[in-house]
């Protein structure tokens, strides 16, 4: 079955640190793959996708994400993280019939 | 162009009554997906739509649940009889949704659902 796993629950990084969010996917095929994020009591906002192609592939607001086939990872990363970064990210794959497979979410806590 | 429109925000209802969740989808987007929320989990697939056409309800509960999406007007998801556990946010995404070819689905605000 597809599944996708995001391993860290929370992570709190300082503001200004760089920021890695690990996605790990299990897939037959090409995936599709994205991150959204969540802010409290909020919907969800898509901040990158991987379809084919390039497989680092940039997104809004400063993120970007790896796509590496021999990992089956897609992690997102962020240089310099700022304080209204501070938000649940969640990592999907996209099953055969278009709908999203979400990973349980990674919490991110912002240290002043 | 507006986004993905869902109403109410927020909804308490008692055990036993019924929720209506709607939602509007983007202009020009024809197909609206619906997903569930527990408390801090994340998103699980529930039903997927195109107009007056239920394309995959494999992640529906068997019962109480339903959801349609009309020639006309939002979608509506439907839970009858609410229980305690059915207390979750509720989100609706739509697509342009040509067959054959994925897109990125766009995500409302949700409605928070309170069984009390």
């Known amino acids: 079955a597809q599944s996708v796993t995001q391993p860290d629950i929370h992570i709190t990084v300082s503001e200004g640190a760089s920021l890695e969010l690990r996605c790990n996917y299990s897939y037959g095929a090409t995936p599709y793959l994205f991150w959204y994020v969540q802010s409290p009591g909020q919907g969800l906002q898509l901040l990158l996708k991987y379809f084919s192609g390039d497989t680092l592939v940039q997104g809004i607001k400063g993120f970007e994400a790896e796509f590496k086939r021999s990992q089956s990872s897609f992690n997102l990363r962020k240089p310099s993280v700022h304080w209204s970064d501070a938000a649940e990210y969640f990592c999907?794959?996209?099953?055969?019939?278009?709908?999203?497979?979400f990973g349980s979410g990674t919490r991110l806590l912002v240290r002043p | 162009n507006a986004g993905v429109m869902q109403n109410p925000r927020h909804l308490v209802r008692r055990r036993g009554q019924e929720a209506r969740l709607r939602c509007s989808p983007m202009?020009?987007?024809?197909?609206v997906y619906w997903y569930r929320q527990l408390p801090e989990e994340g998103l699980k697939f529930m039903v997927y739509?195109?107009?007056?056409?239920?394309?995959?309800e494999s992640g529906m509960p068997k019962e109480r649940f339903s959801a349609e999406f009309p020639k006309e007007g939002p979608s509506i998801l439907r839970i009858q009889q609410v229980v305690r556990g059915d207390s979750a946010a509720y989100f609706c995404?739509?697509?342009?949704?040509?067959?054959?070819?994925?897109?990125?689905?766009?995500f409302g605000p949700g409605t928070r659902l309170t069984v009390t």
């Open positions: 739509l195109q107009k007056e056409n239920i394309i995959d």
């Open positions: 202009k020009g987007h024809s197909h």
């Open positions: 995404a739509s697509t342009p949704g040509v067959s054959g070819i994925p897109y990125e689905q766009y």
């Open positions: 999907a794959g996209m099953d055969s019939s278009y709908k999203l497979i």
